[in-house]
């Protein structure tokens, strides 16, 4: 009889158990995807620092991580620091012969460019006057007034040596004073692709795709207003939720900064990393309601795509004993999962991985988990030099918007967010 009736109860337990785990899991999406969309609405800027988008983002995960009770480590949610970004807070202006061209689709102003104003004559380098070389140090002697248009697009079949010089032509013609030319159109085959500066310099350079260029165009008007933000305070948001055990923790980390506006042209980031905020707070949200194992820390960090500059600082200022970390997660890029995730460290700790795999497996959740080893490719890295465990992970496949204007909330799959949420919370468990 006592058997049978542990039986049923053990049989009850577990079902209630299992309701409660498909409950808690099956409502982590639908807030992701609320997340993700606010995040990425224009109310947020882009989340960079045109409109103080930065602030307005970090403001909202402040009180989405107070609201599920997290607690701020020490006097403040808020660590904040200062940096350099250089910006481009007004419309620009781009024609070509006349014709409109728009900034964000058919090109993207180089992060580090000055302002200028006018209209100037066009020096177009072509891959024949690469090779005669000669003719291309003749062009751009005589380019004063104009415009460079480094137009070689037909790279691939370019032999090695050739390609070598090619690049190195490319390198010199990036705001190089000895140029007379007032700044270098540089065209592009592949997709264009955004970056961050600190520094402002003295030229302009705009990336174009070559479709977009006229093939005869003889005339470039154009405006752009560079400001060059020095000393401007953003900050890292981190908070904490009790478990356990709290002389160890498991801190999870994610950007939630991304490159705000360059012009009217807004960069939402719904990939990079809307979403790995998003995945952030919805494990702040399930561990507000399940006492994880370990006390957990959430970091989310500030000027990551200007240099790893939040992480840097925290790493360099921690609120709290880095030694006391038992594993660390980063999250950059959890949006997809079409083809499953990557995880750096991965090699290098390797039991930590067999163990993330092995579960993976038992309960059939992500497609793939491929391996990798040390990579500083985001905040995790600057944790990596003061030898604190841990695993940066990102999603596969899927879109290939990033560091574009394209990388929206309204093409973001969101593929395998319940089973990558589901999986990591069975990972920090199994810790
Ligand atoms: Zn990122």
């Known amino acids: 009889m006592k058997t049978h009736h542990s039986k049923i ?5 577990l079902l209630i158990a299992l309701s409660t785990f498909n409950r808690a899991f099956s409502q982590s999406l639908p807030y992701a995807r609320e997340v993700v969309k606010a995040l990425t609405s224009k109310e947020f800027y882009g989340r960079g ?24 480590v020490g006097d403040s949610y808020y660590q904040p620091f200062t940096m350099s970004v250089n910006t481009f807070p007004e419309p620009i202006l781009l024609k070509i012969d006349d014709q409109d061209k728009q900034a964000g689709i058919d090109y993207l102003v180089h992060p580090a460019s000055s302002s200028i104003s006018g209209t100037f004559g066009i020096t177009r380098i072509t891959l024949q006057d690469v090779i005669q070389q000669q003719q291309a140090i003749e062009k751009i002697r005589n380019s004063a007034g104009t415009f460079i248009v480094l137009d070689a697009i037909e790279k691939d079949d370019l032999n090695e040596y050739l390609a070598t010089r090619l690049e190195k032509l490319e390198k010199y013609l990036l705001f190089n004073p000895g140029i007379p030319a007032v700044g270098t159109i540089i065209l592009q085959a592949d997709k264009l692709t955004w970056f961050g500066s600190q520094e402002q310099l003295s030229k302009t350079v705009l ?9 005869e165009a003889q005339e470039i008007q154009i405006e752009i207003n560079a400001e060059l933000l020095q000393d401007y305070q953003s900050q890292n948001v981190i908070a904490s939720i009790d478990g356990v055990n709290n002389d160890s923790s498991v801190v999870v980390i994610a950007h939630y900064d991304h490159f705000g506006k360059m012009g009217d042209a807004l960069f939402p980031g719904a990939n990079d990393n809307a979403s790995g905020t998003a995945m952030l707070l919805s494990l702040a949200r399930y561990y507000s309601k399940n006492t994880p194992p370990y006390k957990m820390i959430f970091i989310a960090f500030g000027g990551e795509e200007i240099g790893l500059l939040g992480s840097d600082h925290f790493t360099e200022h921690p609120t709290f004993d880095l030694d006391s970390i038992k594993f ?7 949006g997809t999962g079409d083809e499953g995730i ?18 993976n497996d038992k309960f059939d959740l992500l497609p793939e988990i ?15 030099h003061k030898d604190v ?27 395998e967010f319940e089973d990558y949420f589901k999986l990591i919370t069975l990972f920090i468990d199994s810790l």
């Open 9 to 13: 109860l053990t049989t009850l337990v």
């Open 389 to 415: 465990p841990g695993f940066y992970m990102y999603t596969l496949g899927g879109i290939k918007a990033y560091h574009d204007v394209y990388d929206r909330f309204e093409t973001l799959p969101f593929t």
């Open 370 to 384: 491929r391996i990798r080893g040390k990579a500083c490719n985001s905040d995790h890295c600057m944790f990596d």
């Open 49 to 72: 620092y045109i409109n103080k988008g930065d602030s307005i983002a970090a403001d909202y995960i402040k009180e989405h991580l107070r609201s599920f009770g997290a607690k701020p």
């Open 328 to 334: 660390l997660l980063n999250f950059d890029l959890a």
């Open 342 to 359: 990557q995880v750096v460290n991965g090699s290098v700790y390797r039991s930590r991985f067999d163990s993330l795999v092995a579960l």
């Open 207 to 215: 990336m174009m795709s070559a479709s977009s260029f006229p093939e």
